[in-house]
Nanobody, 122 residues
């Protein structure tokens, strides 16, 4: 059974940084893609970034390019989202997700974590 556990959220001032972690268990994830999504109050869940576990190929939403970096640690089965130059509009619950195969920027992922709150104050 696949489990994804996020951590690292919190309250930060605008311009600050946070690093989110997602620990994956229950499978061998070499054939999987891992994604980060976020959902702000009253808004739909949206794609943030994704990485292909085996190749390391990455994709980002335009709104976070140049500020966020997704990476993975194969030995720890962990995916990270380094978030720099945070803005109040980055405030949301951030979710980790995984699926077999290639990266997708839509919500068509098979497994989801419980989410971690990120709040950016102005």
């Amino acid at each position: 059974q696949v489990q994804l556990v996020e951590s690292g959220g919190g309250l930060v001032q605008a311009g600050g940084s946070l690093r989110l972690s997602c620990v994956a268990s229950g499978r061998t994830f070499s054939s999987y893609a891992m994604g980060w999504f976020r959902q702000a109050p009253g808004k739909e869940r949206e794609f943030v970034a994704a990485i292909r576990w085996s190749s390391g190929y990455r994709a980002y939403a335009d709104s976070v390019k140049g500020r966020f970096t997704i990476s993975r640690d194969n030995a720890k089965n962990t995916v990270y989202l380094q978030m720099n130059s945070l803005k109040p509009e980055d405030t949301a619950i951030y979710y980790c997700a995984t699926k077999i195969g290639d990266i997708m920027t839509t919500l068509q992922y098979d497994y989801w974590g419980q989410g971690t709150q990120v709040t950016v104050s102005s």
